[in-house]
């Protein structure tokens, strides 16, 4: 059965704290997503990984870094966390295959006061 | 710039009615168009539409694409307060990327 896990599914912090958000696939995946979702604005792309130690920005990158030392697993860092990057964060894996789909973790709420 | 506009973006219905649920696109070497059900959790995948006019069904859900008009339904019928949900259409690129619409909040009502 497929699965993409994140660490946390609620999370509090404190402006400028360093904020890590985890996200596993057991799928084998080379393709690896982080999106951001609000209100209004539907799912928005972070970063996203081809393959171990490569990344590449997606539409709104700014405050935000990611690593990717293995394949299963692709973290999310907020080097110093606002209040705008409140959210709901999804990670999500796919095979570069044409025909898959692009399977979803459960979300990380974040709210940074 | 590519993208995927969804109508309407909320939505309050009865049970057993029946709704139509609108996704646009403007998208540069397109692919295809993927509809996810999301509850309070993430995204589950309901379609995958790569050619225009053959409808996708499952159950009460039923989808088409018109890559003509750059656009897509999605369809459900005598609907239930199980399919209450946010609905996400989005549209992935030659490039591999996955641009995806605000989403469309149904609401059904006993």
């Known amino acids: 059965d497929v699965k993409v896990t994140q660490s946390s599914r609620y999370l509090v912090k404190r402006t400028g704290e360093k904020v890590f958000l985890e996200c596993v696939q057991d799928m084998d995946h080379e393709n690896m997503f982080w999106y951001r979702q609000d209100p209004g604005l539907g799912l928005r792309l972070i970063y996203f990984?081809?393959?171990?130690?490569?990344?590449e920005k997606g539409d709104i990158p700014e405050g935000y870094s990611v690593s990717r030392e293995k394949k299963e697993r692709f973290s999310l860092i907020l080097e110093s966390a606002s209040t705008n990057q409140t959210s709901m964060y999804l990670c999500a894996s796919r095979s570069p295959s044409f025909a898959d789909t692009q399977y979803f973790g459960p979300g990380t709420r974040l709210t940074v006061l | 710039e590519d993208k995927v506009v969804q109508s309407p973006l909320s939505l309050v219905v009865h049970e057993g009615d029946t709704v139509t649920l609108n996704c646009s696109y403007e998208v540069t070497n397109f692919r295809s168009l993927l509809w996810y059900k999301q509850e309070k959790k993430a995204p589950t995948f309901l379609f995958m539409l790569t050619s225009s006019g053959i409808e996708k069904k499952s159950g009460r859900l039923s989808s088409i694409l018109d890559k003509k008009e750059l656009f897509s339904i999605l369809n459900i019928t005598a609907t239930q307060t199980g399919d209450s949900a946010v609905y996400l259409c989005a549209v992935f690129n030659q490039g591999g990327k996955l641009i995806f619409g605000q989403g469309t909040e149904l609401s059904v009502k006993p």
């Open positions: 990984s081809y393959d171990v130690k490569m990344k």
